[in-house]
């Protein structure tokens, strides 16, 4: 398999454009996370999918953050508009089946905001 | 609330040395998991193990190995005879059984391991 894909691998924006960011699942996976990673706060779950249905989007930081699963083997995160804290590494990971089973991460995306 | 802490940020050593990544976790639930992860200098993240609460047999994985004591609420992480190839910052997690919480890890600050040849 080729593992999680994600889309684009760096992304420099100025503040105030919109900001799409894409992800492929490893397929067969139910479960879809985005996570977003700075130097101040770590790693943090966003939201999460199951069944291409948003389970739990406590994470997600403004209304300027949205995110849809249209289908099994897509996923997008859009920020609109974009600031400059933003700035960040936005990974994509998928699990399979039961919860708790491991993370499959995408090798992320580096979004600068200007 | 769950927290998982990691106090050591940075971690220098020589090839072939050993040496030991603490993690802290604290949660209210009975049943949970724990993982920890690899990032490498690529930025991917790479799982390396998952425990869950139940489970506190050691384990030994060629040069890695995890220490889990819930007396302490700890899950140590020790590589043995340390490689160049080793250099990256590990993650400690932590991930509640409660059916709504499935895959939403809290994860630690991360350590950095810099192994020099």
């Known amino acids: 398999d080729a593992g999680v894909i994600q889309s684009p691998r760096h992304e420099v924006t100025e503040m105030g454009q919109e900001v799409t960011l894409r992800c492929k699942p490893i397929?067969?996976?139910?479960?879809l996370f985005w996570y977003r990673q700075t130097m101040m706060r770590g790693l943090e779950l966003l939201i999460y999918f199951n069944n291409n249905v948003p389970i739990d989007d406590s994470g997600m930081p403004e209304d300027r953050f949205s995110a849809k699963m249209p289908n099994a083997s897509f996923s997008t995160l859009k920020i609109q508009p974009s600031e400059p804290r933003d700035s960040a590494v936005y990974f994509c990971?998928?699990?399979?089946?039961?919860?708790?089973?491991?993370?499959?991460f995408g090798s992320g995306t580096q979004l600068s905001v200007l | 609330a769950q927290k998982v802490t990691q106090a050591q940020t940075e971690i220098s050593v020589v090839e072939k040395e050993d040496v030991t990544l603490d993690c802290v976790y604290e949660?209210?639930?009975?049943?949970?998991?724990l993982f920890w992860y690899k990032q490498p200098p690529s930025g991917e993240l790479v799982f390396l193990i998952r425990?869950?609460?139940?489970?506190?047999q050691n384990e030994i994985s060629g040069r890695y190995s995890w220490n889990f004591q819930k007396s302490t609420s700890s899950f140590n992480f020790t590589i043995t005879a340390s490689q160049v190839v080793d250099s990256a910052v590990y993650f400690c997690?932590?991930?509640?059984?409660?059916?709504?919480?499935?895959?939403?890890?809290?994860f630690g600050q991360g350590t950095e391991l810099s192994v020099k040849p």
């Open positions: 949660t209210r639930d009975t049943t949970y998991y």
């Open positions: 397929s067969g996976h139910d479960y």
């Open positions: 425990r869950n609460s139940f489970d506190e």
């Open positions: 990971a998928s699990s399979q089946g039961l919860i708790n089973e491991k993370l499959f």
């Open positions: 997690a932590l991930s509640e059984h409660a059916r709504n919480q499935g895959g939403k890890l809290i």
